[in-house]
Nanobody, 122 residues
Framework: QLQLVESGGGLVQPGGSLRLSCTAS????????IGWFRQAPGKDREGVSC????????KFADSVKGRFTIFRDNAKNTVYLQMNSLKPEDTAVYYC???????????????WGQGTQVTVSS
């Protein structure tokens, strides 16, 4: 059974950076598309970025384009979300998820991590 664990969240000032990691256990991530999602209090979970199994396709929400990048290291069974120029509106719990197709839609993913809190505040 594939299990996902997010790490790397924390408190950062506006304009700062964080790198989130999504590490798998119980199975390989090699054949899975990975999506990053976030959910702020009182809001729906939204897609932030995703990457195909081989890493050739990436997608980003308009709100994070040019600031976030996504990449994967299949040898380490890990996918990363590099977040730069963070804004207070990026504050949310960030989740990674595994599925067959790289999309920004929650219903396309079968396995989810527990989430990591990202807070952007001065």
């Amino acid at each position: 059974q594939l299990q996902l664990v997010e790490s790397g969240g924390g408190l950062v000032q506006p304009g700062g950076s964080l790198r989130l990691s999504c590490t798998a256990s119980g199975s390989t991530l090699r054949y899975s598309a990975i999506g990053w999602f976030r959910q702020a209090p009182g809001k729906d979970r939204e897609g932030v970025s995703c990457i195909s199994a081989k890493g050739g396709l990436t997608k980003f929400a308009d709100s994070v384009k040019g600031r976030f990048t996504i990449f994967r290291d299949n040898a380490k069974n890990t996918v990363y979300l590099q977040m730069n120029s963070l804004k207070p509106e990026d504050t949310a719990v960030y989740y990674c998820a595994a599925g067959l197709v790289a999309t920004l839609t929650t219903r396309d993913y079968n396995y989810w991590g527990q989430g990591t809190q990202v807070t952007v505040s001065s």
